[in-house]
């Protein structure tokens, strides 16, 4: 067997779990999520070399964007033989070992494109895709990538009560138990899968709520203390007698303000020492 049949089988071991009905944005990110585990293992020097064939189900920006700055070329057929061939022996082999390697590339990213359509073609119901589908051809002149777009466009866009499920899910509390970086892993989920339909990101939100979150569990009072005191403002006020006490780990929030328990603590603590004075004044 060839190179290109040879590829194909190996991927072939690969499960790709069936789609039921209309697909949801969950079941898209599911199908992808086992496509580049395949893909990812069939190695090559293009796009940088580190994620395999992923580029061909992942978008462009998303790819050169996980592969620092790289893209995932489209391998041009090489051809049978080599263009040319110099009438030197040593350039000749040269030429013959460098066509070699180029039908290798052709071929294995062959392979794996037409692997990954057909997967995608056989986890979904035909009428979610029928629209690429062509008479002649069926889907072989269509990207797998074109594939998965139709998907999320025809059946996998977010409606309102997902949109809103997702938000949920991103602000649920710390049970006390979960390790917390899975909890940032599964909100980070949610938000890209937010942020793939146009709802930007909300960072300070989600860090505002998880820092509260471990500060009402008590279990990390010191690091909330170190955290707190990393975000000092960088320039104090000069015009404040209090700026140096204001602004030291003890009392910053991060903001160059007191704590609101805090400071209304202290305005009550202060009312009433005025209250007092002006009484020893009275009398």
Same mark, same amino acid.
């Given at each position: 067997?060839?190179?290109?049949? *040879?590829?194909?089988?190996?991927?072939?071991?690969?499960?790709?779990?069936?789609?039921?009905?209309?697909?949801? @944005?969950?079941?898209?990110?599911?199908?992808?999520?086992?496509?580049?585990?395949?893909?990812?293992?069939?190695?090559?020097?293009?796009?940088?070399?580190?994620?395999?064939? %992923?580029?061909?189900?992942?978008?462009?920006?998303?790819?050169?964007?996980? &592969?620092?700055?790289?893209?995932?070329?489209?391998?041009?057929?090489?051809?049978?033989?080599?263009?040319?061939?110099?009438?030197?022996?040593?350039?000749?082999?040269?030429?013959?070992?460098?066509?070699?390697?180029?039908?290798?590339?052709?071929?294995?990213?062959?392979?794996?494109?037409?692997?990954?359509?057909?997967? %995608?073609?056989?986890?979904?119901?035909?009428?979610? %895709?029928?629209?690429?589908?062509?008479?002649?051809?069926?889907?072989?002149?269509?990207?797998?990538?074109? $594939?998965?777009?139709?998907?999320?466009?025809?059946?996998? *866009?977010? @409606?309102? $009560?997902?949109?809103?499920?997702?938000?949920?899910?991103?602000?649920?509390?710390?049970?006390?138990?979960?390790?917390?970086?899975?909890?940032?892993?599964?909100?980070?989920?949610?938000?890209?899968?937010?942020?793939?339909? &146009? %709802?930007?990101?909300?960072?300070? $939100?989600?860090?505002?709520?998880?820092?509260?979150?471990?500060?009402?569990?008590?279990?990390?009072?010191?690091?909330?203390?170190?955290?707190?005191?990393?975000?000092?403002?960088?320039?104090?006020?000069?015009?404040?007698?209090?700026?140096?006490?204001?602004? &030291?780990?003890?009392?910053?929030?991060?903001?160059?303000?007191?704590?609101?328990? $805090?400071?209304?603590?202290?305005?009550?603590?202060?009312?009433?020492?005025?209250?007092?004075?002006?009484?020893?004044?009275?009398?």
């Amino acid at each position: 067997m060839g190179i290109l049949q *040879d590829v194909f089988n190996a991927l072939q071991a690969f499960e790709i779990t069936k789609i039921d009905g209309q697909p949801t @944005d969950d079941d898209i990110n599911k199908l992808t999520t086992q496509l580049t585990a395949a893909l990812v293992t069939i190695s090559t020097t293009n796009g940088g070399g580190k994620l395999g064939h %992923i580029g061909i189900v992942v978008p462009e920006t998303r790819y050169v964007a996980l &592969s620092g700055g790289t893209k995932l070329d489209k391998p041009v057929n090489p051809g049978a033989y080599p263009a040319t061939a110099d009438d030197d022996k040593k350039i000749r082999e040269q030429q013959v070992t460098e066509h070699k390697a180029e039908v290798i590339e052709f071929e294995t990213y062959m392979a794996c494109k037409s692997w990954a359509r057909q997967a %995608i073609v056989k986890a979904v119901d035909e009428e979610w %895709i029928s629209e690429k589908h062509d008479e002649d051809i069926g889907y072989q002149a269509v990207e797998p990538l074109a $594939l998965l777009d139709l998907l999320r466009d025809a059946g996998g *866009d977010l @409606d309102d $009560l997902e949109i809103t499920d997702l938000n949920t899910k991103m602000l649920e509390p710390w049970d006390g138990v979960e390790a917390p970086v899975t909890m940032f892993a599964r909100a980070d989920k949610y938000e890209r899968q937010l942020e793939r339909h &146009s %709802i930007p990101k909300q960072p300070e $939100l989600h860090l505002s709520y998880a820092i509260s979150t471990y500060q009402t569990s008590g279990q990390f009072d010191a690091a909330m203390r170190e955290w707190h005191a990393k975000y000092r403002p960088t320039r104090p006020s000069p015009n404040s007698a209090c700026t140096s006490k204001r602004n &030291s780990p003890r009392w910053s929030n991060g903001t160059g303000r007191l704590p609101d328990p $805090l400071a209304k603590a202290l305005r009550t603590r202060r009312r009433k020492k005025k209250s007092r004075t002006r009484k020893l004044k009275l009398w």
